[in-house]
């Protein structure tokens, strides 16, 4: 555990969890009088309440800016550079199915994108459970309030189009799949014409089809590291690299820096809470979650 950061995971009410990756609670101190910073890896969607203490951030590339106790991140390619010196924060995380049960609009209007939560397009009253969320200040009494929200949305929705989750779930199964590695493969697994693929994936995944695979060859590189950091770049490629090159670049492109330079600094927030979510959920990234379950 970090002495800075510390975050604890708590399983959704199991009608919420095919929708859900978890409920995660993150507690961030300075020991030191300066900002704990860290940067976020991608991910799906959130939604966070934050009810103490004041948070920046940004993507790369951005100059950080205060963000709103009550706030939504998209599902997002870009690392998320992020400073506190003392913060609470509830987070909720949506599986690609979960945005599409919850969500009412498309994920390519958030992708990349944290704002206000009162801007995303949901029947969730988000901002209605803040003071609650507030009141309660605990992950034990929080968990309850989250499963409350969510079941009454569940349970006030139309009748649920089973054929596009269906369509859901198979894309995310398939974008799981580490020998599928071109969007011809996807296409193919699918049953989907190319533009019909580009279409959903922007709707449902929030990035074209390409990309997301480049996202998920990266992260599985990157969830090799955060598992053993004392572990080489070079042993941990994914087959699909051709070299360490290749890796750089996506390196380059998702994070704005080398790899080299992201181990030369330390990582006490997404350390702290990716040893927390190796021992929840038995991997230490949400992008790896697979539809429904553990990894």
């Not at 010196?85 to 945005?99: D, M, N, Q, T």
């Not at 009494?141 to 499963?147: H, L, V």
């Not at 014409?193 to 929030?206: A, C, D, E, K, N």
Request: hydrophobic share 40%; net charge negative.
């Amino acid at each position: 555990m970090s002495e800075s950061s510390r975050t604890r995971f708590i399983a959704p009410h199991p009608r919420l969890q095919p929708y859900l990756s978890a409920y995660y609670f993150t507690e961030i101190d300075s020991v030191d009088g300066e900002p704990v910073r860290d940067l976020m890896n991608p991910e799906w969607a959130s939604i966070r309440f934050r009810w103490a203490g004041d948070t920046m951030g940004c993507f790369v590339g951005e100059e950080e800016y205060p963000i709103p106790p009550l706030h939504f991140v998209g599902p997002t390619s870009l690392a998320g550079p992020f400073s506190a010196y003392h913060s609470r924060i509830a987070s909720i995380g949506f599986l690609p199915v979960g945005w599409s049960m919850f969500i009412d609009e498309s994920a390519a209007n958030w992708a990349d994108r944290l704002d206000d939560g009162a801007q995303v397009k949901t029947p969730v009253r988000f901002k209605d459970y803040f003071d609650a969320v507030v009141k309660a200040g605990n992950p034990d009494a929080i968990a309850p309030i989250f499963d409350q929200m969510l079941l009454e949305a569940l349970d006030n929705r139309p009748l649920i189009d089973t054929e596009e989750e269906a369509k859901v779930r198979a894309a995310h199964v398939a974008l799981m799949d580490p020998e599928i590695t071109t969007v011809a493969d996807l296409a193919n697994r699918l049953g989907w014409t190319i533009v019909q693929l580009q279409r959903r994936s922007l709707r449902m995944f929030g990035f074209p089809p390409k990309l997301l695979l480049r996202r998920q060859r990266f992260v599985r590189t990157l969830a090799v590291i955060m598992r053993d950091p004392a572990s080489n770049w070079s042993e941990a490629l994914d087959q699909h690299y051709h070299d360490q090159a290749h890796f750089n670049r996506d390196f380059r492109q998702f994070f704005d820096m080398s790899p080299s330079e992201y181990r030369a600094h330390p990582h006490p927030i997404i350390g702290a809470a990716s040893k927390a979510r190796m021992q929840f959920m038995g991997d230490p990234l949400q992008a790896l979650q697979k539809p429904g379950g553990k990894s």
